[in-house]
């Protein structure tokens, strides 16, 4: 979405032509993205193509374990006190026949549609004992920043050309277990959407009136209204229903991306969650978070063909799933030949793009969201804690884009922490 400022030449980072943030995507990427808007369910997924996809499932599998191990080991407070769900849990866990053949997905960590989001103290902790496990089943997909491989996913599909033609691009089926998506969710809607410094869609045309003590808009009811119109000839006041249900696209944290300008405003932004920082920056090693972006679609959103040009350092960006699926589409001129070669993959809840080297500045776009695909240990969101709103997620994607600003990063994301991750 964030596709830039108009033409970026200041400090060029190393390697990086002058990109110009309105020129046209390539035709050929426009025609397939058209073409994905129009398909219908179910969705005809070609084979592979010639390079057939590395397989992920030693990686899923050990990577199950370990936060299956991981789970058992330390948050009991996982459970929410509900202790049958815990014996379940390590009863399924220690008999399963060997620790790689359980699949943390079949297990049901507590009534969904009862639980209580983490605090910012709790989840800070919990990511803090999660980084370990989720930096090693990483590089258990053998992804190496000094020469990206190139993985490619069970069920994704290429249109043309293989992967090897995106050099950078590493997509990483379900980094993410169910528990770490569910406590994501919970930091970005409940917490940053509260935090009046983050702007969102809304700031342009309405003034928001925040719920007290920094509670979540979750907890407002339906049909109340924190959405006045500036302008009451131009737009007319909102129902937080309408608001959350049908008309949230976007929220913004740290850096806050002036999406009419196309850049970072200058000054200080707002603090990045440090706790977000962490967990992400310590699994992309080559990149500091510091600016993101929260895109919120509904079952017929679409995300147009474009690049992200608008960030000064020539680090790889970051892209996590949350939700219902979707048709991603991403296109890359061979540098020698000219020729552009396009790639249709299906991201699912808890899968990872990381678009790095070449494939960092790649065309892009979200032409279809695959409407009902949330899985089930997120579709109750955000519970029956919210009245009004339970469910909510069941037909939402979330993506959460994370991007570096600039080559020099003033952030650390070891800040106040205490380094437990070599
Ligand atoms: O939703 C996605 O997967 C992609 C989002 C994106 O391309 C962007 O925010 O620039």
Redesign the pocket.
């Known amino acids: 979405?964030?596709s830039a400022s108009p033409t970026v030449t200041k400090s060029s980072p190393k390697g990086k032509e002058t990109l110009d943030a309105y020129q046209q995507a390539p035709k050929k990427l426009k025609d397939l993205w058209k073409s994905w808007t129009k398909a219908k369910a179910p969705f005809e997924v070609p084979e592979p193509s010639s390079t057939k996809p590395v397989s992920s499932s030693t990686a899923d599998d050990a990577l199950h374990a370990e936060f299956a191990r991981f789970v058992l080991e330390h948050l009991s407070v996982l459970f929410a006190g509900d202790f049958e769900a815990l014996g379940k849990f390590s009863d399924e866990f220690t008999s399963s026949k060997s620790a790689s053949a359980f699949s943390l997905e079949n297990v049901k960590l507590s009534d969904e549609s009862n639980r209580k989001p983490f605090t910012e103290a709790e989840f800070k902790e919990f990511s803090n004992q999660l980084i370990e496990p989720l930096v090693k089943s990483f590089n258990l997909r053998g992804v190496k920043f000094d020469h990206f491989t190139n993985i490619s996913k069970d069920g994704a599909f290429a249109d043309s050309n293989a992967l090897t033609s995106f050099s950078g691009l590493v997509v990483l089926p379900k980094l993410f277990p169910p528990i770490v998506q569910q406590t994501l969710l919970d930091q970005l809607l409940h917490y940053e959407l509260s935090n009046s410094e983050n702007q969102t869609n809304f700031h342009l045309h309405y003034n928001l009136s925040y719920p007290e003590n920094g509670a979540s808009f979750f907890s407002t009811k339906p049909e109340s209204s924190s959405f006045s119109p500036k302008n009451l000839d131009e737009h007319k006041p909102m129902l937080n229903r309408t608001a959350l249900e049908k008309n949230l696209h976007w929220v913004t944290l740290g850096g806050q991306y002036d999406w009419t300008n196309k850049v970072y405003p200058e000054g200080k932004p707002p603090e990045f969650s440090k706790t977000i920082a962490r967990l992400i920056g310590h699994i992309f090693t080559d990149m500091v978070p510091e600016a993101a972006?929260i895109?919120v679609y509904s079952a017929r959103d679409k995300?147009s063909v474009?690049r992200?040009v608008s960030e000064e350092a020539d680090r790889g960006l970051v892209?996590i799933?949350l939700g219902c699926a979707?048709i991603?589409i991403i296109g890359l001129e061979d540098k020698v030949t000219r020729e552009l070669h396009q790639k249709t993959l299906k991201?699912e809840s808890g899968d990872v793009v990381y678009m790095a080297g070449e494939s960092r500045y790649a065309w892009?776009g979200?032409p279809k969201i695959i409407p009902d695909t949330t899985p089930d240990y997120l579709a109750y969101w955000p519970g029956k804690l919210y009245p009004g709103w339970h469910g909510w997620m069941s037909k939402k994607r979330i993506?959460l884009?994370i991007r570096q600003m600039y080559e020099q990063s003033s952030t650390d994301i070891d800040d106040g922490v205490s380094k437990s991750v070599s």
Do not use: G, K, Q, W
């Open positions: 979405m964030a972006i895109n995300l474009h992200d892209s799933s979707c991603f991201l892009h979200v993506n884009n």
